[in-house]
């Protein structure tokens, strides 16, 4: 942090200067918006193939042809992009005890009632359904997609097993979707949360409003009487 933290209070000791907290490193921003844009791109041209009336979206990738030659390639950056997030970041987003409160008390979550919530780590129950949703089914899509992937599996599987993977497939990614878009508008809603994703760090207010027992970890691994920034996760 580059200011020293009140815990108890949620003040800075020096009012007249904003206190930042780093919430993440350079590569884990990377990787995100890697991972973002794979899934914005893999969506469109997806969409693309799943209905005639979405034809004209093949245009952003150079016609029908190339889109599908293009599709299942960025469906394996995804893959691979994902499973960076997945290793930095799955031990923060295991379930916690005060997880459960949270999701009981999701009514106050939605009508801004913050004061009644128990404290949570770095992630709350929310942003944990969307990383554990996201993990299932980009697995159910890349193990899908490979099936009907005839240019390289076509020996390997039955008609049978297409036709299920398809159907499988299509419902996996409507429901990606979904996820995703839950996920934009979490973070539009929740001021301040995409400058964490931009700079690498978040106010010391933010913190304190809505990851209590996160920043109080970072305030008790940092050195006591010394200043400057804390590492970012």
């Avoid at 884990?28 to 893999?42: E, G, Q």
């Avoid at 004061?115 to 089914?137: C, T």
Wanted: proline letters at 3%; a positive charge; charged letters at 20%.
């Amino acid at each position: 942090m580059s200011t020293d933290y009140d815990v108890e209070k949620g003040d800075s000791v020096h009012p007249g200067k904003p206190v930042i907290v780093d919430r993440y490193t350079a590569g884990a921003r990377v990787n995100h918006w890697i991972t973002a844009v794979s899934l914005v791109l893999l969506a469109l041209s997806g969409l693309a193939l799943f209905h005639p009336s979405l034809f004209f979206l093949t245009g952003l990738f150079g016609g029908g042809p190339l889109t599908r030659i293009i599709h299942p390639w960025i469906g394996v950056l995804l893959f691979f992009s994902f499973f960076g997030l997945f290793l930095r970041f799955w031990k923060a987003n295991l379930w916690k005890r005060e997880d459960g409160t949270w999701l009981a008390r999701l009514r106050d979550v939605l009508t801004g009632h913050e004061e009644r919530l128990p404290d949570v780590g770095k992630y709350n129950a929310g942003q944990k359904f969307v990383f554990w949703s996201m993990s299932a089914l980009i697995i159910v899509l890349i193990t899908t997609g490979l099936i009907i992937w005839d240019q390289y599996f076509s020996l390997f599987t039955t008609i049978e097993q297409k036709r299920w993977a398809v159907l499988i497939h299509a419902i996996a990614a409507v429901c990606a979707i979904s996820v995703w878009i839950i996920h934009v508008y979490a973070a539009i809603w929740v001021r301040g949360t995409i400058r964490a994703m931009t700079r690498g760090s978040v106010t010391g207010g933010w913190a304190w409003r809505h990851h209590r027992k996160w920043l109080r970890e970072l305030v008790g691994r940092a050195p006591k009487g010394k200043s400057g920034n804390t590492p970012a996760e």
